[in-house]
Structures are given as C-alpha cells and as structure tokens.
DNA sequence: AGAAATGATGGAAGCGCTTACATTTTTGAG
DNA sequence: CTCAAAAATGTAAGCGCTTCCATCATTTCT
C-alpha cells in the first residue's frame, strides 16, 4: 500500500495526502479528516525510503560511542535515546573502540547512512587528539560533543567543567591534610586531559610520580596502587574514574590504610563499593538533555551557542567527607 | 554527485556503475577498474534513501533494548554492535523503558524505519506476557530474542540455559549446608521467571517467604533482605541478579552474618564488591554472537533453528566456593 | 458586479538508485 | 569465415514520496 492507494479511496491527489502526512500544508479540514480516516482504517505508514529520498532526511541521529559497555556512556546513550525519541529522532548506534580507525569506519558508517547529525560521547579522536575526519564530517552534517569541544564549524560543545571539578577535589582533600595526592587516571581523552589539567593546576608543586596512568580496571588500579605506593608513598587518591578510585583504595586497605578518596562520575559502582565512595557527579542527565536541545535546534536552523558548559558538584560518602 | 556523474565520466551507463557499486554482477575487469577509479576519485558514496528505494532495505538492525544503562544490557548491545558493523549492518537502538506502551511506541519507531530484523533485548512484553506488538511485527521482519524465545512464526531464540544455571546454584549451597535459600529476583521478564523456576525446581519444598521480589536496586536489595531475614531467617543467598545478591549480603554482614552467596551474570559489581561475588557466567558474548549469525543467516534466506540454548557456568569468588 | 487576492487541490517532474529486458559485442565451434 | 551462444553494456521503467506550479473555487475589496 502506498500513498497512491490513499488518495484513490479518498478520492483526493497524491499531493493532498502527502500534506496531510506532513501535517503543516493547507488542507481543508474537511479533506484533512476524510484522508487520515482512510490512513487509520489501512493501517498506512509511509515508506521510510521514499520519503528520505523526498526530504534528505530520515530523522536519524548518530551516536558514535566509544565504548557502551562503560557504565558511564551507557548511560549517556540511554538518557539521550531517550529524549531524541520525544522529538521523533531514532538513534543509530555505533561503538568505535580505540582504535582510530574503528573511530574512523564508524563515522563512515554514521554518514553512508544519513544521519541528521551525530552526538559524540567518548573520545572520537585519535592519537595526538588527530581529528581531521571530524573536521571532514563536520561539513556533512552537525556534531555534538559529550563533554568534548572542537573549535570547528559545525561542531558544538555540551561539558561539565570537569577541570574544576578536579580543582574542587585537590583542594578538599588538602584541606583535609593532603599533601601528597596521588592522581589515577586513564587514557588521554580530552575530558581526561581536563581533569588532569584541573589536578596539575590545582596541586602546583607536586611530585610527577603522583600521576599514574593505569587501564580502566579494577586490578590495574589496584597494582598500580601498591607499586606508586612503594615508590613514593601518598596520603590521598584522587582518580578520573569511579573504578580507579576503588581499586587504588583496595590496595590500600590491604596495607591497614584508609586514605581519603574521592572518585569521579559518581557511578554506580560508587555505592556498591565498600566503603561507599565519595564521588564527583557530573550531570550527566542535564548534559543529555541540554545536548538533545542543542542538536534540534541546530537542525531547525536556529542561532544557538557552540560550546555549553555545566558545573559538577560532590557527593560526599564514606571514603572522604568535607567536614 | 550522483551516479549518473559518475557514469558520463566514466563513458559508461548508470546501470553499469550501479553494478560496479553492488559487486557482484558481471562487468568486464577493464570497465569495473575504470568505473571504481573515478568512484574513489570523487569520494563518491550512493544515497542511502535512493538505495533503500530500489532494494527495499538500508540495511539496518533494530535493538530494542529495555534499558542500556542496565551494565548487562549495555554489554550486549556493545557486543551486537559489534558483530553488526563486521556485517557491514548499523544499529538503531530504542531503549523501551518497563511500560508497555513505551516498548509499542519503540517497535513502530523501528519499524518506521524500515529495519531489517529486529533484536529484543531484555523483555518487550508487556504485564501478563502480552506479545500481541511482537506478533504483528513479527510479520514485517525477523525478531531475534536474546535470553526470549516466543513460538511464533519469525521469531527465533537464542537463549543461556538460566533454569538448569539457577538448578545448579541451589544445589550448590544444598551441598555447602544451606537448606533455607533465600532468592531474590526483580521484575518477571522470561528471562527472570526461568531462573525462579530453576529455583522452584531445586529448592522443591521451601517456605513462600524465601522469594523475595525487589527493585533492582542496591538501597532495595538491603532492606528486602533485612526485614526478610527478621521475618524468616536464611542461610543461604541467590539473587536473580548481581546487585541483589550484593545488597542481600551487604544487609547480612551488618549483622555480622557472612553467608553463602551467589549472584547472577557475573557482571562487573560482582568483583568490585567487598568481598567478591561468586556469580553465575551468562555467556553473554556467545549469546550475542551467536544472535547475529543468526539473523544473517535468516536474512540470507538461510533454514536455520527456531531456538537455541548454551549452557551457563560459574566464576567462583569470595562470597562462596564449590569445595 | 467585477477584479483581485486568498485558499484548496491536482498534475507531474523530480529525488538517485536498481534491474528486467533489449541491444551490442565477443567468443568459439563447425 | 559464419553464426549461434554467451558476455557485456545500455535503455528505461519503476520504487513511493515531495513539492513547484498551475488550476479552480472562494472571498474580499472597490
């Protein structure tokens, strides 16, 4: 059944249902009803292609992910499907890795399929922050960055100002009588390069020895814990992830010590640990939302800002308390 | 640019590129090089819609997933993807939420646009098992349910064996002393109501009580257990899912109790928490593999099982060991 | 009342690709 | 060489919808 069908039995022209279809046109009230009556009565939904290749469009937004099985981008994928679904958006989903070049193929794959534009979440950047494939992509269609900003046309920025955060952190921990903090963090994503930028700024004169980049994992943190604290002991953790927080505390838990902690993204794991951890929380319902708001107002043409950001606030647990 | 550009420079027909850029027919080597150097040249990509028109398909796979921020669901959907992508397929989630209307509202969006199959993930029924949704949409495209299986005709199943898992669970703690098994299980999707089977089965004459249904929370989990355990002492803990199991511990060591526990999926938690959980391994990778040959295969016309099932195995951890 | 503006509807040309069928070229057996 | 069969290529008719432009029916204004 197609659009043709429809306007036969209602004795109308393809153009007529077509308007009725796309809601807005001029059509009598009276037309309006009789065709959407025979539109219910068959059931009739219009063909997807047909109308894509009409309007350029299929109402589809790219998710280009570095990783969903992260408990954090999980939920940033699901808050976002989400309110795209309230503006009749469907979400394509595409995992990169690592690796530049699945961020590479991903991205092609995004654009071979015509999204209306593309939300990134994770880092999509290769080694040495290399973008030119975003620059490229930009051209074709809107980027939104999680977290991430670009300085170029097309591309806007949704964050938490994780730099500060990080800022906020040192300082409580040394006012708490920390002095030497020790930093766990991994990868060298632009959202990581911030809070480390947060941390740098915010300790001023440390020992380099303090920053340990480690994997993603309990047990690298873990072992990357006991070895940093062999070599120069720490009296405070700081870490860019929930995960890295708990595994540095572990190991020090195993050596009788229970050192002021704080993680960051205050995600699930921070509650289940024990102790609980005390935690950073970044927003990251509201840079969902405001990043959905932003997409479709970029897509309706509107003059909107290219780079937003949000302050994060803590979550105080057991592991480490202000007062 | 289109591929009637590239057919005038190429000095051949439309119909010629199109079979360079479909592969397969038969084109001379001289003309298919020809016509693939000025397609790489230009950057040439074929419109999505247009070829969506004439094939009928844009070759996409739905996930209609209940909710990606569940760690479990999240590493399949990260999983799926992933095999996808190998199969030149792209993924459109729909994350339904636990309404019935909202899991209809994702199956017509997908449907809308024009999937190829669809992957349930999680469970799409509603109250009652109502599946009249799945049904009709059945009749459009394939679904493939993961932990599911529906006998109806397009429906194919690819399920871990949780009953016979959650049969072994028991007897386990039966064979370390434990005759009062608490089980504590949330929601009823298929997938649950297995499990809780399994352990009916095992249990065989167990007090009522013992079953315990709660959000799948950690705060819930806790109190559930607490006031269970004024109500009916346990000795014994199983949990239709890893959180439960660790809040139902959690509650018992505040008591000074260190019970037999074992949880369910072996998911992340499981050995983040203090002390590890012992969890049941799900196979979860084998599961989505195995799902998206499927549905290739489906989709290639192939004759392939309505329903097949893989075996579950446990990952011993602090909470209880098998000797 | 007649002209002009306004509103509703229809006709038909795309949108860019696929593919059945027609046509031309090549191949090789006799 | 000749000619039929096979291979390569071209022609053009869709696929189903959108939308510009034309047409016809109402109003509104003078």
Redesign the pocket.
Known sequence: M???DIAQAA??????V??V??GSD???P??REKVQSIIDKNGFV??AF??G???GSIKLIGLLCTDVSDAFFAKAVSSIEQQLRQYDLAAVLCCTGEELSGKKQSLELLLSKKVDAIILIGSPMGAGNENSHLVEAAKQCPLIGLNLHLDIPGFYGVLSDQEQAMRENVAHLQKAGCNKIAYFYDGDSPANQAKLVGYRKAAKDFDERLLVQTKKDLDAAMEAADSLFDDCPFDGILASEDILAIGAYKAMAARGLSLPTIGFNNSVVARCATPSLTSMENMLDSLCTIAVTQLVDVLNGKNVPRKISIACHLVERETFRLT
């Open positions: 197609n659009i043709y004795g109308v022209s393809t153009a007529t077509s308007r279809l796309s001029k059509v009598s009276q037309t219009p063909n047909a109308q290749l009409g309007l």
